[in-house]
Nanobody, 116 residues
Framework: QVQLVESGGGSVQAGGSLRLSCAASGRTFSMGWFRQAPGKEREFVGRINWSDGRTFYTDSVKGRFTISGDTAKITMYLQMNSLKPEDTAVYYC????????????WGQGTQVTVSS
């Protein structure tokens, strides 16, 4: 099973930027980012297809967040700009299984806190 290790969380003021990383232990089809704020359900943020580099985002982060990947390092990044307090959450990376088309593996999560 592919293992995912995240890094890069922290605290920042509104309008600031952070970059998260997610390193995979093996090749994957697609990887994605999710987040979970206190008292809320986990929500999809975006994902990248390794085959063609296409990215997809939820509406609330379009134009502010960018997902990219380094195929040699099998590492996915989430560049977050113009951060808002409502972006505060634990961010998780996940692996999309090509056989079941479900999110089959998850990282440990990294905290992002945006203060106003």
């Amino acid at each position: 099973q592919v293992q995912l290790v995240e890094s890069g969380g922290g605290s920042v003021q509104a309008g600031g930027s952070l970059r998260l990383s997610c390193a995979a232990s093996g090749r994957t089809f697609s990887m994605g980012w999710f987040r979970q704020a206190p008292g809320k359900e986990r929500e999809f943020v975006g994902r990248i297809n390794w085959s063609d580099g296409r990215t997809f985002y939820t509406d609330s982060v379009k134009g502010r967040f960018t997902i990219s990947g380094d195929t040699a390092k099998i590492t996915m990044y989430l560049q977050m700009n113009s951060l808002k307090p409502e972006d505060t959450a634990v961010y998780y990376c996940a692996l999309l299984s090509p056989s079941t088309i479900t999110w089959s593996s998850w990282g440990q999560g990294t905290q992002v806190t945006v203060s106003s």
